[in-house]
């Protein structure tokens, strides 16, 4: 089974940048979208970042201007590099993996604590 491995979250002071990063533990095919989830407490997870197999990308109002996505070429791994945090950006960020191929696949990552805070 295909399990997705973040890492790069921590504690971090307002105005801060950290850098989350998303790799594949097996092969994945017909990859689709990958994109970033958050889910602060009390708060239904939603979408903070995607980037298409194409290279095209999306972001949440909130966190255009400070927060970008990108991935390699072999769409193993992909990253979320955030800047100016602020305590808002507080949450788990989860990695997604989206891959079509006889219908749609859905890969998920374990979490990582972001805390911004003084």
């Known amino acids: 089974q295909v399990q997705l491995v973040e890492s790069g979250g921590g504690l971090v002071q307002p105005g801060g940048s950290l850098r989350l990063s998303c790799s594949t533990s097996g092969s994945i095919s017909n990859i689709h979208v990958m994109a970033w989830y958050r889910q602060a407490p009390g708060e239904q997870r939603g979408l903070v970042a995607s980037i298409t197999s194409s290279g095209s990308t999306n972001y949440v109002d909130a966190v255009k201007g400070r927060f970008t996505i990108s991935r390699d070429n072999a769409l193993t791994t992909v990253y979320l590099q955030m800047n100016s945090l602020n305590p808002e950006d507080t949450a788990v960020y989860y990695c997604?993996?989206?891959?079509?191929?006889?219908?749609?696949?859905?890969?998920w990552g374990q979490g990582t604590q972001v805390t911004v805070s003084s």
């Open positions: 997604n993996i989206v891959s079509i191929r006889q219908g749609v696949q859905n890969y």
